[in-house]
Protein backbone atom coordinates (compact mmCIF):
# COMPACT_ATOMS: atom_id res chain seq x y z
CA UNK A 1 0.00 0.00 0.00
CA UNK A 2 1.54 3.10 -1.11
CA UNK A 3 1.68 5.94 1.56
CA UNK A 4 1.95 9.60 0.64
CA UNK A 5 3.10 12.68 3.06
CA UNK A 6 2.93 15.97 2.63
CA UNK A 7 4.87 18.68 4.27
CA UNK A 8 6.20 22.25 3.39
CA UNK A 9 3.32 24.42 3.96
CA UNK A 10 2.17 27.41 5.87
CA UNK A 11 1.73 30.72 5.85
CA UNK A 12 3.16 33.53 3.47
CA UNK A 13 2.48 36.64 2.28
CA UNK A 14 1.37 37.37 -1.45
CA UNK A 15 4.54 37.48 -3.33
CA UNK A 16 6.47 35.08 -1.70
CA UNK A 17 7.56 31.62 -2.13
CA UNK A 18 6.93 27.89 -0.83
CA UNK A 19 8.29 24.32 -1.32
CA UNK A 20 5.88 21.41 -0.52
CA UNK A 21 7.80 18.27 -0.64
CA UNK A 22 5.58 14.71 -0.76
CA UNK A 23 7.52 11.33 0.21
CA UNK A 24 6.10 8.27 -0.91
CA UNK A 25 6.82 4.81 0.99
CA UNK A 26 5.40 1.47 0.65
CA UNK A 27 5.61 1.25 -3.42
CA UNK A 28 7.62 1.53 -5.99
CA UNK A 29 7.81 5.52 -6.70
CA UNK A 30 9.39 5.31 -10.23
CA UNK A 31 6.15 2.77 -10.92
CA UNK A 32 3.88 6.27 -10.77
CA UNK A 33 3.18 9.39 -12.32
CA UNK A 34 2.31 12.09 -9.86
CA UNK A 35 0.70 15.17 -9.35
CA UNK A 36 -0.62 17.96 -7.11
CA UNK A 37 -3.45 19.02 -6.55
CA UNK A 38 -5.59 21.61 -4.45
CA UNK A 39 -8.95 22.37 -2.73
CA UNK A 40 -9.96 26.06 -1.88
CA UNK A 41 -12.42 26.37 0.77
CA UNK A 42 -16.11 25.87 -0.77
CA UNK A 43 -14.67 25.02 -3.87
CA UNK A 44 -13.75 21.66 -5.75
CA UNK A 45 -10.07 19.95 -5.68
CA UNK A 46 -8.31 21.32 -8.82
CA UNK A 47 -5.54 20.15 -11.01
CA UNK A 48 -2.10 22.53 -10.43
CA UNK A 49 0.64 19.93 -11.96
CA UNK A 50 1.72 16.50 -12.80
CA UNK A 51 4.83 14.96 -13.30
CA UNK A 52 5.67 11.69 -15.93
CA UNK A 53 7.52 8.91 -14.02
CA UNK A 54 10.29 9.63 -15.25
CA UNK A 55 10.06 13.39 -14.48
CA UNK A 56 10.50 13.74 -18.62
CA UNK A 57 7.17 15.20 -19.22
CA UNK A 58 5.33 17.93 -17.20
CA UNK A 59 1.90 19.33 -17.10
CA UNK A 60 0.50 22.41 -15.75
CA UNK A 61 -2.82 24.16 -14.94
CA UNK A 62 -3.07 27.54 -16.33
CA UNK A 63 -3.07 29.21 -12.82
CA UNK A 64 0.00 27.26 -12.42
CA UNK A 65 2.46 28.27 -15.59
CA UNK A 66 4.94 30.42 -15.26
CA UNK A 67 4.56 30.02 -11.28
CA UNK A 68 5.00 26.76 -9.88
CA UNK A 69 7.35 24.11 -10.75
CA UNK A 70 7.27 20.29 -10.04
CA UNK A 71 10.13 17.76 -9.67
CA UNK A 72 10.76 14.56 -8.69
CA UNK A 73 13.34 13.28 -6.69
CA UNK A 74 13.45 9.45 -7.23
CA UNK A 75 16.50 8.10 -5.69
CA UNK A 76 14.03 9.72 -2.62
CA UNK A 77 11.12 8.51 -3.79
CA UNK A 78 10.12 12.25 -2.89
CA UNK A 79 7.85 15.17 -5.10
CA UNK A 80 8.31 18.44 -5.23
CA UNK A 81 6.44 21.85 -5.63
CA UNK A 82 8.35 25.13 -6.07
CA UNK A 83 5.97 27.79 -5.91
CA UNK A 84 6.93 31.11 -6.65
CA UNK A 85 4.86 35.30 -6.86
CA UNK A 86 1.88 33.24 -4.66
CA UNK A 87 -1.11 34.83 -4.49
CA UNK A 88 -4.10 34.60 -2.15
CA UNK A 89 -6.25 32.73 -4.33
CA UNK A 90 -3.70 30.19 -4.15
CA UNK A 91 -4.77 29.87 -0.63
CA UNK A 92 -5.85 25.87 -0.30
CA UNK A 93 -5.27 22.36 0.99
CA UNK A 94 -2.69 21.31 -1.53
CA UNK A 95 -2.71 17.36 -1.89
CA UNK A 96 0.05 14.98 -3.84
CA UNK A 97 -1.15 11.91 -5.76
CA UNK A 98 0.28 8.80 -7.33
CA UNK A 99 -0.99 7.77 -10.70
CA UNK A 100 -0.39 4.08 -12.78
CA UNK A 101 -0.60 5.99 -15.90
CA UNK A 102 2.69 6.67 -18.06
CA UNK A 103 1.84 10.44 -19.10
CA UNK A 104 0.94 13.45 -16.55
CA UNK A 105 -2.86 13.46 -16.22
CA UNK A 106 -4.91 16.62 -15.08
CA UNK A 107 -8.10 14.14 -13.95
CA UNK A 108 -8.19 13.24 -10.71
CA UNK A 109 -10.20 9.94 -10.94
CA UNK A 110 -6.80 8.84 -12.88
CA UNK A 111 -5.13 8.56 -9.11
CA UNK A 112 -5.60 5.95 -7.16
CA UNK A 113 -3.26 7.39 -4.13
CA UNK A 114 -3.67 10.51 -2.16
CA UNK A 115 -1.97 12.15 0.68
CA UNK A 116 -3.59 13.85 3.65
CA UNK A 117 -2.69 17.27 2.37
CA UNK A 118 -0.76 19.90 3.78
CA UNK A 119 -2.19 23.48 4.09
CA UNK A 120 -1.46 26.70 2.44
CA UNK A 121 -2.32 30.18 3.27
CA UNK A 122 -1.50 33.32 1.25
CA UNK A 123 -1.96 36.65 3.05
CA UNK A 124 -2.43 40.02 1.41
Known amino acids: QVQLVESGGGLVQAGGSLRLACVAS????????MGWFRQAPGKEREFVAAIARNGGLRSYANSATGRFTISRDNAKNTLSLQMNSLKTEDTAVYYCAGTFGSAPTARSQDYAYWGQGTQVTVSS
Open 26 to 33: GGTFTTYG
